[in-house]
């Protein structure tokens, strides 16, 4: 699984440098740290973000000992949930009890996950040095993003009529992949938490993933308008980053079966 850990590490890491570069570039979070409401937020805020996820990203990528960088990184992650997301909900009480509401505050708690999982897969110690607590991170992180990928799940099932338009033309039957995409995140989140089959399971999560990248995000940033095009920028390689995750998590099964 060394191999494949590795390509999840380099495309966890593209995906976390882009998002900074696209902070940067626009002067405002990427929308899936931001509420639904879509806020703008101060520009020294978005530039500071910016430079935090682009060096994280770029570390992640050259720096194959990467522990505290990521471990810097998901806390940086689970700062922006705590206290910008989270607090966005309580206060908006019309968003507040609507599942989609909560759905970038899931995507950046996932990405949170994907880091502290790189943080445990490529720790930096040398043997026998504070291993266990790398492995305690990455079991945390694993967890964390386990619980996404099965929310997830859920907005397929509850969302399943307004979202098979995103499907392309071409392919038939959007409603059954839907659901049938729904069913497989649903599958192995479920088992990832429950610790079953977790190296094959993960495989097959990152490589589901990675298929969308390549034949749902990667043609909708080619086809996009100019006012879309961040977002869909960011949506390909947000699910770059999960597809990541996912193959690091299956190193890490490997390493402790």
């Not at 194959?64 to 992650?77: A, Q, Y």
């Not at 079953?196 to 969308?212: D, E, H, P």
Request: glycine content about 10%; some cysteine.
């Amino acid at each position: 699984m060394g191999n494949i850990a590795g390509i999840g590490r380099i495309f966890f890491g593209i995906s976390i440098a882009e998002m900074g570069l696209q902070a940067l570039f626009y002067a405002n979070f990427p929308y899936l740290m931001l509420p639904p409401a879509n806020i703008h937020v101060p520009d020294a805020l978005a530039y500071g973000l910016g430079i935090i996820l682009a060096m994280a990203g770029a570390g992640i990528v050259f720096i194959r000992k990467n522990g505290p960088v990521s471990l810097v990184l998901g806390c940086v992650f689970l700062a922006v949930v705590c206290f910008f997301l989270v607090p966005y909900e309580f206060i908006d009480d019309s968003n507040r009890m609507h599942l989609a509401a909560w759905e970038n505050a899931e995507k950046t708690l996932a990405l949170a996950g994907g880091a502290f999982v790189a943080a445990g897969c490529f720790p930096g110690q040398k043997p026998n040095q504070g291993a266990g607590f790398w492995e305690r991170l990455a079991h945390i992180g694993t967890s964390i993003f386990a619980l996404m990928i099965v929310a997830f799940s859920m907005l397929h099932f509850v969302y399943a009529k307004d979202a098979s338009g995103y499907i392309p033309a071409w392919i038939p039957a959007h409603l059954f992949w839907m659901y049938f995409c729904g069913a497989a995140l649903l599958g192995s989140g479920v088992a990832i938490l429950l610790k079953i089959r977790v190296g094959l399971a993960a495989t097959l999560l990152g490589a589901m993933i990675f298929t969308w990248f390549v034949i749902l995000h990667v043609p909708k940033v080619i086809n996009a308008a100019p006012d879309d095009l961040a977002g869909e920028i960011s949506s390909a390689f947000l699910a770059l980053a999960y597809c990541g995750t996912a193959f690091m998590i299956a190193r890490s099964a490997g390493k402790s079966a």
